[in-house]
């Protein structure tokens, strides 16, 4: 039988817990009222989302004499958008909302991008609970507090560190989840495991395919989510270590911006990125070949893309890859800054790449 696992995000005044399995959200019930005393919230949720677990939320807040009325917006990244942050935080402004209030997000990443940075910004700053729907978000978005929007300049490029109050992260909620985005949402645990978490990928890929789901899929949640906490723990605003969370995700928010809209899922993009990112420290000559092997041997076992070959796109530009690679967060100086890896979690910041020597490379892959 599954039980209930609790992470803590240290952060002071500001920490929060994580709660993670089967029924977390019943286990919730007797933390709400103490995070919502007023008895009234705001639900928000998505167009997918809201008919499939919406009822059960408001039930389990009736339990717990809490009044909830939800805002259901359009499912999709293009919902975190200028656009849907003047209507949540017009909404949370209109119901009289104060900062000891917590409003709720309920759904993927999306959802918590967007409620958490409405939340951040409304009188500078009310509570808000994440209750993350997809696996991406139980395992990597609903953490750490990074909340924002996309803009025409690129994606996430307006946002800010607001933690949340509590992350209910209920595994059920996940039998919904079509297999896509599941495999998507893995590939964040894969990050996670070839970071720093050497016992996780040696699990992982000794469940092989059976890792997507079951009493595997739950415990790699929690390990997922254990890894992400102490990283936030050490450097919640990202001046250090926190970079390290972003493996695969310089190549892959690059394939992501490229690619035409909707066809490649994030996680899709980023396990596409993980390999190049092992192709590159080969290439490089800091990291053993058998260790791409081993990453890419068991991207492929759960059905995800084991290199920009196996995306749904091919129509790759080297230079326009580069070009987005560079306006990347993470650069400073105008240098393209890189996680590479010296082995199975063995992940590194490498700050001093040579373009032309980077461009070269790719182009070998694409
Ligand atoms: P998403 O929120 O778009 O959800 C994916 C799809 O699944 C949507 O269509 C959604 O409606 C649907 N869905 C959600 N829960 C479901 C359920 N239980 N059953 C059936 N369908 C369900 O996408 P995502 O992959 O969860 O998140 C991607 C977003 O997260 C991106 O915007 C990315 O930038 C952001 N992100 C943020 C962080 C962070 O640290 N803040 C980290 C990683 C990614
Ligand atoms: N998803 C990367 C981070 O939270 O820092």
């Known amino acids: 039988m599954s039980h209930i696992q609790t992470i803590s995000v240290g952060l002071g005044d500001r920490s929060y817990d994580v709660l993670i399995g089967d029924g977390a959200l019943t286990e919730s019930v007797k933390r709400l009222p103490a995070l919502i005393p007023r008895g009234k919230t705001i639900i928000i949720t998505d167009e997918t989302v809201a008919p499939l677990h919406l009822a059960t939320i408001i039930k389990i807040l009736a339990d717990a004499d809490i009044?909830?009325?939800?805002?259901?917006?359009?499912?999709?990244?293009a919902t975190k958008s200028f656009g849907q942050l003047e209507t949540l935080v017009n909404a949370f402004l209109e119901s009289g909302m104060e900062r000891s209030d917590a409003v709720i997000a309920l759904g993927g990443g999306v959802i918590g991008d967007l409620v958490g940075f409405a939340a951040a910004v409304t009188k500078r700053g009310i509570n808000f609970i994440q209750i993350p729907t997809t696996l991406l978000s139980q395992v990597d978005s609903s953490v750490g507090g990074k909340t924002g929007i996309n803009t025409r300049h690129g994606k996430n490029f307006v946002g800010s560190f607001h933690q949340p109050c509590l992350v209910i992260a209920d595994t059920m909620m996940l039998?919904?989840?079509?297999?896509?985005?599941?495999?998507?949402g893995y590939a964040e645990i894969i990050k996670a495991a070839?970071?720093?978490?050497?016992?996780?990928?040696?699990?992982?890929?000794?469940?092989?395919?059976?890792?997507?789901?079951?009493?595997?899929?739950?415990?790699?949640?929690?390990?997922?989510?254990?890894?992400k906490a102490q990283i936030v723990a050490d450097d919640e605003r990202e001046q250090g270590v926190r970079a390290l969370l972003n493996l695969g995700h310089t190549f892959g928010h690059a394939f992501e911006a490229t690619?035409?809209?909707?066809?490649?899922?994030?996680?899709?993009?980023?396990?596409?990125?993980?390999?190049?990112?092992?192709?590159?420290?080969?290439?490089?000559?800091?990291c053993p070949s058998k260790d791409a092997d081993r990453v890419e041997a068991h991207l492929r076992t759960i059905g995800l893309p084991d290199g920009p070959k196996?995306?749904?796109?091919?129509?790759?530009?080297?230079?326009?890859?580069?070009?987005?690679?560079?306006?990347?967060?993470?650069?400073?100086?105008?240098?393209i800054t890189l996680v590479l890896a010296r082995g199975i979690a063995k992940a590194y910041i490498e700050s001093d790449t040579s373009e032309d020597d980077l461009a070269k490379f790719m182009e070998t892959r694409l």
Not at 259 to 278: C, L, N, T, Y
Not at 317 to 325: F, P, S
């Open 310 to 335: 196996a995306l749904a796109y091919s129509n790759w530009n080297t230079a326009d890859l580069v070009a987005k690679m560079r306006d990347d967060k993470k650069n400073s100086g105008g240098r």
């Open 67 to 77: 009044a909830a009325r939800a805002i259901v917006l359009p499912s999709g990244e």
């Open 194 to 227: 070839l970071i720093g978490d050497y016992d996780l990928f040696d699990r992982l890929e000794a469940a092989g395919a059976h890792a997507l789901s079951g009493d595997t899929l739950r415990d790699a949640v929690a390990d997922a989510v254990s890894f």
């Open 175 to 184: 039998e919904t989840l079509p297999d896509r985005e599941r495999r998507s």
């Open 259 to 286: 690619a035409p809209k909707d066809i490649i899922r994030h996680g899709e993009a980023v396990a596409a990125g993980i390999s190049m990112a092992f192709r590159y420290s080969v290439h490089l000559g800091v």
